[in-house]
DNA sequence: TCTATATTCTACCCGGAGGTAGACATTGCG
DNA sequence: CGCAATGTCTACCTCCGGGTAGAATATAGA
């Protein structure tokens, strides 16, 4: 089980740039602060600009904000627009169709965890993550 | 969140051979029965094998069986020998020193769903696969 | 207006999982 | 023996996520 490098770079961005003090957060600050490759950056960035999670200013002093209330990011949101949820929400066995009336061998077993990961994705917003405990970003 | 299809092949192929009537398994019948390119199966299940999950007589009319009782098979040793477990026990966001002392933003967030797949595929046997409602295996 | 610092766009490379092809080894059976 | 059916081994191909490079565009400020 893991996120794809992409959608860990998003999340590790949006938290740093709530935290951090700074308006704007150009993408050299962001790639350098948390380790991330700087071109490869540039063009996640684009693609939360284009889906509304964050701002961009062009030119010198420009760089990024973050454009919506914390509360109204979600997990899933992010991830749904770096990599997709399809994958978080199929049979586990990897079939089309799996369902109550044709399940697979790890159907029933699959349904409790499977929910406790959608429900915590659907529930946890930015700002849950910068109020959290934890503020580990490299 | 997505088994390797190596995995899910694995998983369907000793669910099939668990449940046939024939004692031994022709790759080439579990190919076709199951949907799987054969030629790549054939590799996979010489891992199964090294693996001692199953056993194999070559030869004409051979083909593989099951090797051991199927309450000792567990769907956490199939995946670790298939695709290996570390991706199942890691900080969702990818550091590698992700602890109680140092935690990420998602740490708190993703221990309780980390731990019911943990402990869904530490439990889970062959035999209850087989017991299972679902036999879905294509 | 010119320059430095930004974002933005396009093209390419790399590694690993999945998949294909063919040769080789082993064995039952006529 | 000789053929057919099987497992076993090696080499290669394809796709995609991740990563690199460079040029184009925008803009604050001297």
Redesign the pocket.
């Known amino acids: 089980m893991r996120l794809?490098?992409?959608?860990e770079?998003a999340i590790r961005c949006l938290v740093f740039m709530a935290i951090s003090e700074c308006d704007l957060?150009?993408?050299?600050?962001l790639a350098t602060e948390l380790n991330?490759?700087?071109?490869?950056l540039?063009?996640l960035?684009?693609r939360l600009?284009a889906a509304g999670f964050v701002e961009?200013?062009?030119?010198?002093?420009?760089?990024?904000r973050i454009a919506k209330p914390l509360e109204k990011i979600r997990l899933e949101a992010i991830i749904d627009t770096v990599?997709g949820l399809d994958t978080y929400d199929r049979c586990i066995l990897g079939f089309d169709r799996c369902d109550e009336e044709n399940p697979c061998p790890l159907h029933d077993f699959w349904k409790s965890p499977k929910a406790g990961i959608q429900e915590m994705m659907a529930q946890v917003t930015l700002a849950d993550m910068v109020q959290a405990k934890g503020k580990k970003l490299s």
């Open positions: 794809f490098k992409s959608s770079y957060c150009p993408v050299q600050q991330i490759p700087f071109k490869f540039g063009r960035m684009g600009r961009s200013v062009r030119g010198k002093h420009g760089g990024y990599e």
